[in-house]
């Protein structure tokens, strides 16, 4: 073997070098000893190394600096082989990506950007309420409950009256609702997970029938028969929730929820997610022979009495417009049309001692 096709490889060990013979094997430099071609080859990956040419010969250095290197001549059939490979590597998938053209690049974020604004708003907070049990929905809420009222004026003899009042409709088969009056002039009212709902006396002030109390109990009822507002937290908190899939799986999903509890009072729904709590409500007061129009009834002087719909109040917040949803509420009351109502007398002994005291 003449000088000039040898391939000397210094170990860093030694001054001498040993004759080698390599081959290209997957992006890395696998060696062996020219002489015996026998034994394991020491493997070295291309993307660690890194080569200098001095006039017709080639240093490779094996590790990227000073320790063994590799020696070789212009005419040895490795050299141009070599060469083209220590010139241009094979890239991360990060190289790649940044030597492409800005529109690329900009469609690219556009869709990672969608893929996880879909993932956390709405397929997490659908796993996560899949491993939310009823049960610990019930245990969560009071939690929450505890949390919020701590820092609310509760009227109590007024939440003892809408609680009687409640108790006369069939509102929810699978949650004990528990009904809250909170001394407050903002017309607010909201249901919790785990089935309290809370009304503020400036509500109560507005509504003017039983009817209109019906329907708004059996609106907030709905939200969390259908788990709406638990839905709803999982959702305004769906980044602590990616946060926590990463972490710990969504093992402490509850403690993030809890943490959030302030969000309550804020807590606003799609636009589906309120025409259905509306329509619900309406088949709840049907069932419980109370007339419907007192949805209509409490949306029209909801409106009436606050032009602006404050974006606080989740029941006839802007999703959807309240204009759309008096039309729905006219196309429910107009198919039901033939639907009978009996007068309730303590229902409306209840109300009369409810609205006196606002």
């Known amino acids: 073997m003449s000088e000039s096709t040898t391939i000397h490889y210094f170990d860093g060990n030694r ?101 996880v604004y879909f993932l956390a708003t ?28 701590g820092a609310e004026k509760v009227d109590t003899i007024s939440g003892q009256l809408a609680q009687q009042f409640a108790n006369q409709l069939r509102l929810s ?36 029938r039983p009817e209109e109390l019906v329907a708004l109990l059996g609106h907030e009822a709905t939200h969390v028969n259908y788990r709406h507002s638990l839905r ?8 602590s929730l990616l946060e926590s899939l990463i972490v710990s799986g969504f093992g402490n999903v509850g403690d993030i929820v809890l943490h959030n509890a302030n969000t309550l009072r804020r807590l606003g729904y799609s636009r589906k997610l309120e025409q259905e709590a509306d329509l619900e409500g309406m088949q709840l007061m049907l069932k419980n022979q109370v007339d419907p129009h007192g949805m209509k009834e409490l949306m029209e002087q909801l409106h009436q009495t606050h032009k602006d719909i404050p974006s606080s109040f989740s029941f006839i917040s802007t999703h959807p417009l309240t204009s759309e ?14 639907a009978t109502f009996a007068a309730n007398e303590q229902l409306m002994h209840l109300w009369e001692q409810l609205k006196k005291r606002q």
């Not at 062996?32 to 040419?53: H, I, M, Q, Y």
């Not at 990060?94 to 556009?110: A, N, S």
């Open 173 to 208: 088969d699978n949650y004990d609702l528990h009904i809250t009056v909170v001394k407050d002039k903002e017309v607010n009212a909201f249901a919790l997970p785990g089935g309290h709902i809370v009304l503020y006396s400036g509500i109560l002030k507005v509504i003017r």
């Open 122 to 149: 709405e397929l997490l907070p659908d796993v996560a309420l899949k491993m939310i049990t009823p049960r610990q929905e019930k245990v969560l809420g009071e939690k929450i409950y505890t949390a919020f009222i």
């Open 325 to 338: 949803r008096i039309k729905k509420a006219n196309e429910f009351i107009a198919q039901h049309k033939s």
């Open 232 to 239: 709803g937290m999982l959702s305004g908190i769906s980044m």
């Open 15 to 115: 001054a001498l070098p040993h004759e080698a013979k390599i081959e290209l094997v997957s992006g890395t430099i696998h060696l062996f000893d020219a002489e015996t071609n026998t034994g394991n080859a020491l493997v070295f990956p291309l993307l660690r190394c890194k080569a200098s040419v001095i006039g017709n010969r080639m240093f490779i250095y094996l590790e990227g600096g000073p320790g063994p290197y590799l020696e070789i001549g212009q005419s040895n059939e490795s050299f141009q082989e070599l060469k083209q490979a220590l010139a241009s590597p094979a890239k991360g998938w990060y190289e790649k990506l940044f030597r492409q053209k800005w529109p690329v690049l900009v469609g690219l974020l556009i869709g990672v950007v969608t893929i």
